[in-house]
């Protein structure tokens, strides 16, 4: 068998988290999950069309940066962005009407599982072509930057997370951007998601250096990498990066090793990764492991916890009615929100 890329295990302190922190990210972990099972359900009933890739798995990457951010900081997600825009505060029924194409729906119903977007939530948008954010976050940083330093507006202290795959980290996008924010000094967090596989690719067979936190060296950026199976790793790491960020002391490169629990999209059999592959990520559920350590913390009881999955589960079916029931775009507003004043 393969030798598994994996981290020595973080050791939290008692202090790394508050109780109150613990339980807003575990709810978060849960809703994405949640969330994507139901998506899973909705478009086997033929609910959503398109290709849908669900973020099962990765979830500790997703609530362990955003929530170490800002709310009126940025997120730039890709096609795999349904988690992201919930951990941004996307409200489930906005994000679910946009699946089912409703004009309820957080792009009007005209974007779909891959391009959803949130002005109201500072969601810069989920993008289909591969490494396509890149360069739309590393922009969002440079206003940030642009704003504070030309003109002024002491205001402008907003970071920028920047998700994308370990596949989009072959694309020239990411070493032309990577360039250019480590000059600049731009307050960005890249956060790759090394999940091993870009569809059937796998990693090590398609890049001469796969570890790829090193690849911010050669820019004189900060890389590090991450367990992206453990929350409390990926805040640790994501609070740094955003408080360098925050004071002007540029980028960070962050690769967290995680694991699509799920194939690439709903219409990919998931054949070409091995069962022993599957079975040693599984066991590494990273909302398991954050349930434990609040357990064993005493931060929180087995029975509190269960009571988030029961009001999450709520959530999400509430989210699904509200789709179901929302009305279809009109066919008379084809051309609104094309442009910018619409
Ligand atoms: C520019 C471009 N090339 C190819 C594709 C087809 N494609 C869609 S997803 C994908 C794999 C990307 O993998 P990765 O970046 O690791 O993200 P993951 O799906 O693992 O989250 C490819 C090649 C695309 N969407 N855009
Ligand atoms: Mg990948």
């Known amino acids: 068998m393969v030798q598994e890329r994996v981290l020595p295990a973080f050791s939290a302190s008692p202090s790394q988290i508050s109780r109150e922190d613990g339980l807003v990210v575990y709810e978060d972990m849960v809703l994405g999950r949640t969330f994507e099972d139901k998506c899973a359900e909705m478009y086997y009933r033929g609910k959503m069309f398109g290709f849908v890739h669900l973020y099962n798995g990765q979830e500790a990457v997703s609530s362990g940066v955003i929530k170490a ?14 988690v992201h825009a919930l951990s941004a505060g996307v409200p489930a029924r906005e994000v679910m009407a946009e699946l089912f194409g409703k004009a309820t729906g957080c792009s009007k119903g005209r974007g779909g599982s891959m391009h959803l977007f949130s002005a109201e939530h500072n969601l810069l948008g989920g993008y289909a072509f591969v490494a396509e954010g890149i360069p739309v976050a590393t922009g969002a ?42 000059l600049w000094k ?6 790759v998601e090394n999940n091993k596989w870009a569809i059937g690719m796998a990693h090590d067979r398609a890049t001469s250096q796969p ?26 790491v994501a609070q740094e990066a955003v ?36 079975e040693f990520w599984f066991a590494r559920d990273p909302i398991k492991r954050l ?25 999400v079916e509430d989210a699904v009615q509200f789709a179901l029931e929302s009305p279809e775009p009109n066919p008379a507003d084809l051309y609104k929100y094309v442009f910018a004043e619409d």
Do not use: W
Not at 69 to 81: A, G, Q
Not at 262 to 270: E, F, I, K, M, T
């Open 291 to 315: 349930a434990a350590h609040l357990i064993e913390q005493n931060l929180a009881t087995d029975e509190e916890l269960k009571a988030i999955d029961r009001k999450i589960q709520a959530t």
């Open 69 to 82: 951010m800002r709310s009126d900081d940025y997120v730039c997600s890709t096609y795999r962005d349904h």
């Open 211 to 236: 570890e790829i936190y090193k690849k911010a060296s050669v820019f004189d950026m900060v890389g590090v990498e991450v367990d992206g199976m453990d929350v409390l790793a990926v805040r640790a």
């Open 141 to 182: 940083a440079f206003q940030t930057k642009y704003r504070r330093e030309a003109l002024g507006d002491e205001s402008a202290d907003q970071v920028t997370a920047c998700f994308f795959g370990d596949g989009a980290s072959n694309n020239g996008q990411f070493f032309e951007c990577l360039n250019m924010a480590a």
């Open 186 to 191: 731009l307050p960005i967090l890249f956060v």
């Open 243 to 278: 408080a360098r960020a925050r004071a002007g002391e540029g980028p960070t490169l962050i690769e967290a090793l995680t694991y699509r629990f799920r194939g690439h999209s709903l219409a990919d059999p998931d054949e070409l990764r091995s069962k022993a592959e599957k």
